[in-house]
């Protein structure tokens, strides 16, 4: 609800879109649209050139939550039909010099490696602190977890932790049997916004995967799509700064990735490295009142104690998993995709599970990016049903006058 909410909200406002209804368009249709870079697609690059669009925009993000700024703050007119990226203003001057001075402090003091990023100085704030405070000397540990972990030593093996997962959902020989599914459900967004979406999940074994939410025609909202058919992956947000795109970063690592955990099965050859971290408390990410937080994440609004395992995905992507200690059932997934200026997070809760022919599957999914929220309820899952390839190709918006 932070950032682009407020500059979607504001489009979403005034714009007079007619798109309604989306094609899932054959996958060989996708080759005609290659994947391109930050430079190709925007028109004032100077330091975060060369990268992946998916990239740049997950920079954006870190960069708005480092100093604490949504994009209207460095970009004039966001949220407005008048925006102008392109644009210069002082905030993004500034902006565009720290890149260079972080890479910078990186090259010269850590070897290149990217230990210093825009949050280790600004923690939310535009103007970093330079001197401790006594509440903060004196007050609660910070709770903040490191994004990188490492073994711990006395904890169960990884293996341990995975297999009573398995079993908590229903045993290895199950989850082999499990080859697709299709689910049904509604988007119940966050604090009023994103919510009233008919959600459409599909996917099938090994590693394809397609959501697709739909909005009532008459909101003039388009449907919003994420596919994945196991080689190329296309991202379509109708109300974002870049409507569709095929994806060729860190999103594209993340949409692997969660084709791939949909099967659970796989879980040991998907993640490698596996390690463990010391166990921890988690509780839901704070609503906009705890509330709505507790309807949104389907009534669950309790703390947990959690096994934390953390393991390496596509292309070097972190990803650590969380398992509630008693139930053995995942309840969280945090990846984080690598980006010039730091690892952007993406959050997945899951909850709610419920026996599906003999499988546990999580009814209630809640993700968090940088950028906004998003909360899921399904109604319906069916397994082993065949899947049209078409579901997982290149999402085409159809335009009605
Ligand atoms: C702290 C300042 C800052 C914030 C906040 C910020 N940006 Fe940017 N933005 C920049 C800088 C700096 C560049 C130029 C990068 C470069 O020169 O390589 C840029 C460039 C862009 C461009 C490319 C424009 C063009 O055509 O050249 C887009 C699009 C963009 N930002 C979108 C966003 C969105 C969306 C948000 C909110 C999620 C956002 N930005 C938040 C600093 C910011
Ligand atoms: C080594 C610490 C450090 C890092 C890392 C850092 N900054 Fe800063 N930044 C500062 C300090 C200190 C100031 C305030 C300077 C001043 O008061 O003149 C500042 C100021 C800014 C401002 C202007 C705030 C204002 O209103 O005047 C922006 C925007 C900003 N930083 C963005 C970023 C971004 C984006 C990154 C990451 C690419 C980043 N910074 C990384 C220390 C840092």
């Known amino acids: ?46 330091v975060l050139k060369g990268i992946p669009v998916d990239d740049f925009m997950g920079t954006m993000g870190l960069m708005c939550a480092a100093v604490g700024y949504d994009c209207s703050e460095c970009h004039t007119g966001a949220g407005t039909d008048k925006v102008d990226w392109a644009a210069d203003t002082r905030q993004k001057v500034i902006a565009r010099k720290m890149v260079t001075m972080v890479a910078g402090i ?12 825009c949050w280790s100085c600004h923690h939310g704030r535009d103007r970093p602190s330079t001197t401790p405070a006594m509440e903060t000397v004196y007050g609660p540990a910070s709770l903040e977890m490191d994004d990188a972990l490492v073994q711990m030593p006395g904890q169960p093996s990884a293996g341990e932790i995975i297999d009573k997962y398995i079993q908590a959902l229903g045993g290895d020989q199950r989850l082999a049997g499990l080859k697709s599914y299709v689910a049904k459900g509604t988007s119940v967004g966050f604090g009023g916004f994103g919510g009233g ?115 390496t995905g596509p292309r070097g992507m972190l990803a650590t998993l969380y398992f509630d200690q008693k139930s053995g059932l995942l309840v969280r997934m945090v990846r ?30 809640t993700f968090a990016w940088l950028d906004g929220r998003n909360s899921i309820q399904l109604s319906e899952i069916q397994t082993n049903v065949p899947i049209d390839a078409s579901k997982f190709g290149r999402p085409v918006q159809s335009r009605v006058q």
């Open 197 to 311: 979406g008919q959600v459409h999940i599909f996917a099938k074994f090994p590693d394809q995967r397609t959501m697709l939410i739909q909005f009532e025609a008459a909101t003039g909202r388009g449907d919003e799509v994420r596919a994945y058919d196991g080689r190329t992956g296309w991202m379509m947000t109708p109300l974002a700064v870049l409507t569709d795109y095929e994806l060729s970063g860190i999103e594209l690592d993340g949409a692997k990735l969660d084709a791939e955990l949909s099967f659970p099965g796989q879980i040991k050859q998907v993640l490698t490295n596996l390690r463990v971290s010391l166990p921890a408390t988690i509780s839901d990410l704070p609503g906009p009142s705890s509330q709505t937080s507790k309807e949104a994440n389907g009534g669950v609004g309790q703390d947990r104690a959690v096994n934390v395992v953390q393991g």
């Open 106 to 117: 990186n090259r010269d003091n850590f070897s290149g490696r990217q230990v210093v990023t």
């Open 336 to 365: 984080y995709g690598k980006t010039p200026i730091g690892r952007v997070p993406t959050q997945v809760d899951y909850s709610d599970y419920r026996d599906v022919g003999g499988i546990k599957m999580p009814f209630h999914l």
């Open 1 to 46: 609800m932070r950032f682009w909410s407020r500059a979607i909200a504001g489009i979403a406002a005034l714009s007079v879109v007619s798109l309604v209804g989306v094609v899932l368009a054959a996958p060989q249709a996708g080759s005609q649209q290659k994947a391109q870079t930050s430079d190709q697609v925007f028109k004032n690059i100077q």
